[in-house]
């Protein structure tokens, strides 16, 4: 009876280990920004996807655009249309890549104990089962890259020039597009226009 009691024990404790081992944090975004280091004025701006970017279009695109109208709205900018003296364009990536699964699963062993009825007393004897909770799984990671220029006009010189890349696992709230694109932006236009050529890490 020890023996069963104790085996189920484990089993409970077990449990919430497994729990916790699935548990992702929150990845930083990596951003890098580019610019000339002349003052550049808040007004009006277009954003839109890049006419390459065919990957973004519908919703998804929509989804970028207003996130980074929201993170320029931040820092002063107002959203402008056609006329704009200020457009941006955005264009997105994303890859899928596999995350290490886990060690090894989780094993839980029964013993076998002492009894009696051998010659000259109790004879030691007894088996070991081990077998495991749950199995190795991969899990899968969506890497996520948004890259923004600013021009004076449509087709004028490049005066900022940024991107951010994070990843998430596919599980994860923070895959989901909106999440992604809300993250992405705040991140890159967090303290615009930032330090020219230098890389960093935004939690």
Same mark, same amino acid.
């Given at each position: 009876?020890?023996?069963?009691?104790?085996?189920?024990?484990?089993?409970?404790?077990?449990?919430?280990?497994?729990?916790?081992?699935?548990?992702?944090?929150?990845?930083?975004?990596?951003?890098?920004?580019?610019?000339?280091?002349?003052?550049?004025?808040?007004?009006?701006?277009?954003?839109?996807?890049?006419?390459?970017?065919?990957?973004?279009?519908?919703?998804?695109?929509?989804?970028?655009?207003?996130?980074?109208?929201?993170?320029?709205?931040?820092?002063?900018?107002?959203?402008?249309?056609?006329?704009?003296?200020?457009?941006?364009?955005?264009?997105?990536?994303?890859?899928?890549?596999?995350?290490?699964?886990?060690? $090894?699963?989780?094993?839980?062993?029964?013993? #076998?104990? $002492?009894?009696? #009825?051998?010659?000259?007393?109790?004879?030691?004897? #007894?088996?070991?089962?081990?077998?495991?909770?749950?199995?190795?799984?991969?899990?899968?990671?969506?890497?996520?890259?948004?890259?923004?220029?600013?021009?004076?006009?449509?087709?004028?010189?490049?005066?900022?020039?940024?991107?951010?890349?994070?990843?998430?696992?596919?599980? $994860?709230?923070?895959?989901?597009?909106?999440?992604?694109?809300?993250?992405?932006?705040?991140?890159?236009?967090? #303290?615009?226009?930032?330090? $020219?050529?230098?890389?960093?890490?935004?939690?």
């Amino acid at each position: 009876m020890r023996k069963t009691k104790f085996v189920a024990l484990m089993g409970l404790t077990a449990v919430p280990a497994l729990m916790l081992g699935g548990c992702q944090t929150t990845n930083p975004v990596k951003v890098t920004r580019f610019h000339l280091g002349a003052p550049l004025d808040r007004g009006a701006v277009l954003v839109m996807a890049n006419p390459a970017a065919t990957n973004i279009a519908g919703l998804e695109g929509e989804l970028y655009a207003g996130a980074i109208r929201e993170a320029m709205a931040a820092q002063g900018f107002a959203a402008g249309d056609q006329g704009a003296p200020l457009v941006a364009s955005f264009t997105v990536g994303r890859t899928i890549r596999e995350i290490e699964p886990p060690r $090894s699963p989780v094993t839980i062993g029964i013993g #076998g104990g $002492s009894f009696g #009825g051998g010659i000259g007393g109790g004879v030691g004897g #007894g088996a070991s089962i081990g077998f495991g909770v749950g199995k190795k799984r991969a899990r899968e990671a969506y890497v996520t890259e948004l890259a923004v220029q600013m021009r004076r006009g449509a087709a004028g010189e490049i005066v900022w020039e940024g991107r951010a890349i994070t990843e998430a696992d596919t599980r $994860s709230p923070d895959a989901q597009p909106a999440a992604t694109a809300r993250k992405l932006a705040q991140a890159l236009f967090k #303290g615009f226009p930032g330090e $020219s050529g230098r890389t960093i890490s935004v939690p």
